[in-house]
């Protein structure tokens, strides 16, 4: 670059000349660096001038870009470019961008060892099922990670199970819904009556009725340290807790009732199950003795044609408090009606009773639960729908009930519940008003 073209540029501007001279070296024009005198020996110190220098020597050593390749990438200046200045050459620009746009934000961290959703429906074996039944389920079930268990309550016929692995294998704790039986117990030994309102803080006093349909904990509490570890043991296996549900069903196997009273008391055992393991099967057959008045039957899955031409009812044991499930009906009916079951969706027309519960299982801290019992009360064709849900985030006893008021629903719009169903036989109410099996029932 010559004298003459240096002067002429000086005489333009001065401002004009030092930004032309330090565009020079990124268009790969070289300069004759200035002379400068050598500077006296002295002592290096680390100073912010010397660190400032280091620096810039970094800066200087990075290989000069040619003319032609920064026209041929030019762009306008952006976020990601802006970032780029001020990193290392061997970062590339999208980690820096995503490590400043990341700076100063949260990290959540997940407990959940469970998945909220899943194909449920691998693995099952659907032979003999009651195939509009199994449609309505699966279709209610959707993508969420759980099992859905439905049965006639009047004959223990299982009619279709959707993830028969979790509904066999699995056993959770109960969380509330251990307050249907804590309840049909307090009845049986006298404690209360279903409109007996019992003082749960200084200021508040509940009914059976509301404390189950709202799911009161506090109220169950003050039930279960009334009744004493003895007698909720007592019940609890009158029900059915810590042995199998069904006969002869491979690959069932039973749930666990604790033998002394769990550390945390009795009150948490009758409000969220704790020192209880309980399976969809068993909560199953006792959500079928509520609904036909007190008959715990052997759950039965036939699995071909001719196992339903032979199928024969067996009852298990007959509920002492068989006469008391009515009471606790109300409270069952107010939690789809207004209580916490509401996505069941309430028809004064088809009424669902139904009890939900939610809790982290303590056997699995990983494991988020919710469940779901019920049964419907229909003339014809009426069913009991258990459903259980693990996972983690979203999980819970009223998301569980509104897959339940589908699978009411999705059977209800087939009209499944106005004709008799091939391999159901009829059922007529009895001289108290409920639904009763006519076939040969066994003990």
């Given at each position: ?316 044991r007959t509920l002492d408090v068989g006469n008391l499930t009515r009471e606790i009906r109300p409270g069952m009916m107010g939690a789809v009606e207004y209580g916490t079951a509401r996505r069941a969706v309430f028809d004064p ?95």
């Amino acid at each position: 670059m010559g004298p003459s073209f240096m002067r002429i540029i000086g005489r333009l501007a001065p401002g004009l000349l030092i930004a032309f001279l330090a565009a020079l070296p990124s268009y790969g024009i070289q300069t004759a660096a200035p002379q400068q005198k050598p500077a006296p020996d002295k002592p290096k110190t680390a100073t912010k001038k010397s660190r400032h220098h280091r620096h810039v020597q970094a800066a200087a050593v990075a290989p000069a870009t040619t003319h032609s390749s920064v026209a041929a990438t030019r762009r306008p200046r952006t976020t990601t470019q802006a970032a780029v200045i001020h990193q290392s050459a061997t970062v590339p620009a999208q980690v820096a961008l995503a490590k400043r746009r990341t700076r100063g934000k949260k990290v959540f961290y997940s407990p959940w060892t469970e998945p909220t959703f899943a194909d449920s429906t691998a693995g099952d074996n659907t032979d003999g099922e009651d195939l509009v039944i199994r449609k309505a389920a699966v279709d209610a079930l959707g993508p969420y990670n759980g099992t859905v268990v439905v049965t006639d309550p009047d004959s223990g016929r299982i009619l279709s199970i959707v993830n028969q692995k979790l509904a066999l294998k699995g056993a959770y704790q109960p969380c509330s819904t251990v307050k249907v039986m804590v309840s049909l117990a307090s009845l049986g030994e006298g404690l209360v009556d279903p409109d007996t309102k019992v003082r749960i803080t200084r200021r508040t006093s509940l009914s059976m009725t509301t404390a189950l349909a709202m799911s009161n904990n506090m109220y169950f509490a003050h039930l279960g340290q009334e009744l004493g570890f003895d007698r909720v043991q007592k019940y609890g296996k009158e029900f059915g807790l810590g042995e199998k549900a069904g006969l002869d069903i491979p690959g069932e196997e039973a749930g666990f009732l604790a033998d002394e009273a769990p550390q945390t008391g009795v009150g948490m055992m009758t409000s969220f199950g704790d020192g209880i393991r309980l399976t969809p099967l068993e909560l199953t057959g006792i959500i079928s003795a509520v609904a036909n008045g007190g008959t715990l039957y052997y759950l039965q899955y036939p699995k071909s044609a001719a196992e339903i031409d032979r199928f024969i009812p067996r009852i298990k044991r007959t509920l002492d408090v068989g006469n008391l499930t009515r009471e606790i009906r109300p409270g069952m009916m107010g939690a789809v009606e207004y209580g916490t079951a509401r996505r069941a969706v309430f028809d004064p027309n088809s009424p669902v009773y139904g009890k939900t519960g939610t809790c982290t299982d303590t056997a699995q801290p990983g494991v988020h639960l919710g469940w779901f019992g019920s049964f419907n009360d229909t003339p014809k064709n009426r069913i009991a729908v258990v459903v259980l849900l693990t996972g983690g985030r979203g999980i819970s006893g009223p998301i569980a009930s509104g897959i339940a008021g589908n699978v009411y629903h999705n059977l209800a719009t087939v009209h499944y519940f106005e004709t008799n169903q091939p391999g159901r036989p009829q059922q007529v109410p009895d001289q108290a008003g409920l639904l009763s099996f006519q076939s040969p029932v066994l003990q």
